[in-house]
């Protein structure tokens, strides 16, 4: 019953969405772009596809290793990737180009989905994370697909959540043919919301198999170079709304200290690049866009408006902030500056990546932060006392290192279940 009102409530929202979708694509002209993707009206691919979907840029930089180790071990393999977001579908694309097919995933009505599913024939679809669209899950059940959910995790947050629709989760969650959780505490709580036991695997989180490449430290030295090989860097990347102005103002504050610091800003969504443009600019600070300046030394922000370059961009910096934890978002990956082997800096709200940052607290590997000042302080510190910075990011290196090969037993997995 549940069900049928959400697809009816769904039906019903639909032209609002398709409205609210024009008018920020007034902003985003990206948006706009394939649109009819989102009911469904993908190009028929002809023939069956791994479905792989990423709801935003996040879950596609974790699935990228996945789907480069299926086209490793089935080159022949035709993959589709969908994503919720532009920057999700842009990062896609500039990791894979013309390897796979991209598409926006359908709005989660029922005809969406339909007229989806008849295009995209897929033979499984492989959610990243959590993506449980009642929809989405339910038709492709129906049409005999199997579907793993991977990299699975659930926060205490989410699970309360999800035990006030229990009925409709628990018929979603039997759907599934695998769940593979990033951990125990993971899987624990998907088996409390309704998952069979013998439905759930721990598997690891594939996002410890990162690959920081020869190309990227390559790139990454170069930009260096005439950013200013000497000077102090630090980055933080993957900022929302409500952190930028804390941001500035610590690096106002480390300014005070290192005259020569450079702050390289990386807003999350690219529709919010010229906002934090002209907030850099009201704080008073010279600044580069990477996407329109030369890069010299003559700037103290260097703000990383391009997709598809944060990973680079990271290994510019002595030390990362990562973003979405000084305001209640819960954080994001910080296993790809510590890949790096550089010390990661977190504000106090990281409940989307708990376990991943218990495990870096626990290898002395990050430093917390609760506000600008704490964040100045911090960053100060890593800079005036080189042995600790690089303890700090050879701790983080060794948290990455110590828990890879989830990637492997998860590709197994897939492959295992589809022979």
């Not at 069979?196 to 260096?224: C, H, P």
Request: with cysteine; charged share 20%.
């Amino acid at each position: 019953m549940v069900h049928y009102l959400y697809s009816f409530v769904f039906r019903l929202i639909l032209p609002f969405l398709l409205i609210r979708l024009w008018w920020i694509g007034r902003r985003s002209p990206e948006l706009l772009a394939h649109w009819q993707d989102r009911l469904g009206l993908i190009p028929d691919t002809g023939k069956p596809v791994i479905w792989v979907h990423a709801v935003s840029v996040g879950e596609t930089i974790a699935a990228a290793p996945l789907v480069k180790a299926l086209l490793a071990r089935r080159p022949h393999a035709n993959i589709l990737m969908t994503a919720m977001t532009a920057t999700g579908r842009a990062r896609a694309k500039a990791l894979f180009g013309d390897a796979v097919t991209y598409a926006y995933s359908p709005y989660d009505s029922p005809g969406s989905v339909r007229r989806f599913l008849k295009r995209a024939h897929p033979q499984a679809l492989v959610v990243m994370e959590t993506e449980l669209w009642p929809n989405m899950i339910s038709r492709t059940a129906a049409a005999g697909v199997p579907i793993f959910l991977i990299n699975a995790r659930l926060s205490e947050r989410s699970a309360r959540g999800y035990q006030r629709v229990s009925g409709l989760v628990r018929s979603l969650l039997g759907k599934l043919n695998w769940i593979a959780a990033q951990a125990d505490s993971d899987a624990r709580r998907f088996v409390a919301i309704g998952a069979a036991e013998d439905q759930v695997s721990v598997t690891g989180s594939i996002k410890f198999d990162v690959d920081v490449t020869d190309a990227l430290r390559a790139d990454a030295r170069a930009l260096r170079s005439q950013l200013g090989r000497e000077r102090r860097v630090w980055i933080a990347a993957s900022t929302h709304e409500g952190e930028d102005q804390q941001i500035l103002d610590a690096h106002s504050d480390i300014l005070q200290k290192h005259p020569d610091a450079l702050l390289i800003l990386v807003p999350r969504h690219p529709e919010r690049f010229d906002d934090v443009a002209a907030l850099v600019r009201q704080q008073g600070l010279s600044m580069l866009r990477r996407s329109a300046d030369k890069a010299s030394d003559a700037s103290q922000v260097y703000l990383g408006d391009t997709m598809g370059e944060l990973m680079m961009l990271y290994g510019v910096a002595d030390l990362a902030f990562v973003g979405g934890s000084l305001i209640e978002r819960g954080g994001h990956n910080p296993l790809e500056p510590a890949a790096w082997a550089m010390p990661v800096a977190t504000g106090p709200h990281v409940f989307n990546f708990a376990d991943i940052y218990e495990r870096l607290d626990r290898g002395g590997g990050v430093v917390k932060a609760l506000d600008a000042s704490t964040l100045a302080a911090a960053v100060n510190q890593c800079f005036d006392d080189p042995e600790r910075a690089g303890t700090l990011g050879r701790n983080a290196l060794a948290v990455v290192d110590a828990n890879r090969g989830a990637l492997e037993r998860v590709v197994d997995g897939i492959l295992q279940k589809l022979d």
